[in-house]
Structure formats: structure tokens, C-alpha cells
């Protein structure tokens, strides 16, 4: 069935370096990928996005990239600072299912001051 | 602006008892509304989604049930409750936003410890 890996499932980062988190899907009729993070006890919120027809999208200091031909995206976090530590989910959509995501296992970030 | 609510935040319940979990929606109709269930450390399980009242459609076969009685209201049920159902319980709408994007919004979501 349709599947989302995520890796690493944890990433260790000092304050101000960046960080990267990499995603492959095996639905080739996904065409919407967002991201979520989610803090502590709290509800997933969506933090950046991207379509097919888009190679790349940058929101400060967030960017997402996506290879349609090698089905990869990644998100990319720049200047990291203690507030971004938090777990970091990938999605896609389940081919025709407008709104049916299916999410990576998350990777937790921690960023050390 | 649109804004979702779940209730209870947290539970306690024995093995065997019944649940019920609810999540209602505010500014938006006829949202497509979706429960999912995290356990600790991994990631999220879609149980069930539902595009309008009375319409549910489930993902995996469990002791859970949903019901939508209201275009804004989703309620996650069970009749009798079993240790493996512990987790994190979160419910989310879809809504098609600008340039057609699917964004998928969550709501503070339900600790249920069951013991």
C-alpha cells in the first residue's frame, strides 16, 4: 500500500547550524506534501507545503524541496534555534483522497543552545 | 477565523469501560473531519474521516466507532475500552485553501490513559 518513509527519526543540532529531514513516498499520484510540527502535548500544526508542480518553497527560515521523478522531499531548517526543537512530521496525500494524508513516523529534533 | 476543540484533554478510563470523545468545528460547513490516534513515539494512525454528516469511512478495523451527527461534530466511541487503545487522540479538518492546497488542521487532541 501507499507508504511515507521518514529519516533520521531523531537529529541532534547546536543552535544555529542547520537541519535537514528527508521523506519518500511510494504514491506516485500524491500531489500535496506538507509538513507538521508538533511541540510537547500539543496538536500537529502546519508549518510549510508544497505541489507537484513546485520544485522548492521557502517561508523564512524553512524551505521544502520535492523530487517528483525520485518521489523525495525534504525540509530544510536554517539557523536553528531552541524553539524549532520539537517532532517533525512529512505527508502526502493518498493519490485521489483530496485531504487523506498519509505521515511519515516523525523525526524529533532537538536544538542545544 | 476557523478553530477546533476536543474534549475531554485528558482521560483516565479502566479496561472494559465505554469511551467517548468528541471534536467540534467552528467557522467553516461541511468540513471533511478525520480522527487519528498517535501512540507514544511514533507516528499518526488515521481511524476514521468523514465527508458530511452521517458518512464515515474507517481505516482500520478495530473496537473504535465515529459518528458525525452534526456537520461540525465528530465523536470517537468504543463500548468497551482495551489497554492498546492508550494514546493520543487528535482530531483535524480539511480544508481546500488557495491555489487548491489540501491544508489539514489539528485540534489540541485527548491524552487517554486507559489502566
Known amino acids: 500500500g501507499e507508504n511515507v518513509e521518514q529519516h533520521p527519526s531523531t537529529l541532534s543540532v547546536q543552535e544555529g547550524d542547520s537541519a535537514v529531514i528527508k521523506c519518500t513516498y511510494s504514491?506516485?499520484?500524491?500531489?500535496?506534501f506538507p509538513w507538521y510540527k508538533q511541540e510537547l502535548g500539543k496538536g500537529p500544526q502546519l508549518i510549510i507545503d508544497?505541489?507537484?508542480?513546485?520544485g522548492e518553497k521557502k517561508d523564512q527560515r524553512i524551505a521544502v524541496t520535492l523530487n517528483k521523478t525520485a518521489k523525495h522531499f525534504s525540509l530544510h531548517i536554517t539557523e536553528t534555534q531552541p524553539e524549532d526543537s520539537a517532532v517533525y512530521f512529512c505527508?502526502?496525500?493518498?493519490?485521489?483522497?483530496?485531504?487523506?494524508?498519509?505521515f511519515g513516523k516523525g523525526t524529533k529534533l532537538s536544538v542545544k543552545p | 477565523s476557523q478553530t477546533i476543540h476536543q474534549w475531554p484533554a485528558t482521560l483516565v478510563q479502566p479496561v472494559g469501560s465505554p469511551l467517548s470523545l468528541e471534536c467540534t468545528v467552528e467557522?467553516?460547513?461541511?468540513?471533511?473531519l478525520y480522527w487519528y490516534r498517535q501512540a507514544a513515539g511514533r507516528g499518526l494512525q488515521l481511524l476514521f474521516y468523514?465527508?458530511?454528516?452521517?458518512?464515515i469511512s474507517s481505516e482500520v478495523p478495530q473496537n473504535l466507532s465515529a459518528s458525525r451527527p452534526q456537520d461540525r461534530q465528530f465523536i470517537l466511541s468504543s463500548k468497551k475500552l482495551l489497554l492498546s487503545d492508550s494514546g493520543f487522540y487528535l482530531c483535524?479538518?480539511?480544508?481546500?485553501?488557495?491555489?487548491?492546497?489540501?491544508?489539514?488542521?489539528f485540534g489540541p487532541g485527548t491524552r487517554l490513559t486507559v489502566t
Open positions: 483535524a479538518w480539511y480544508h481546500t485553501g488557495r491555489e487548491g492546497r489540501y491544508e489539514q488542521y
Open positions: 504514491d506516485s499520484a500524491s500531489n500535496y
Open positions: 508544497i505541489r507537484s508542480n513546485v
Open positions: 505527508a502526502a496525500t493518498r493519490g485521489g483522497s483530496q485531504g487523506n494524508l498519509i
Open positions: 467557522g467553516t460547513s461541511n468540513p471533511n
Open positions: 468523514s465527508v458530511g454528516i452521517g458518512q
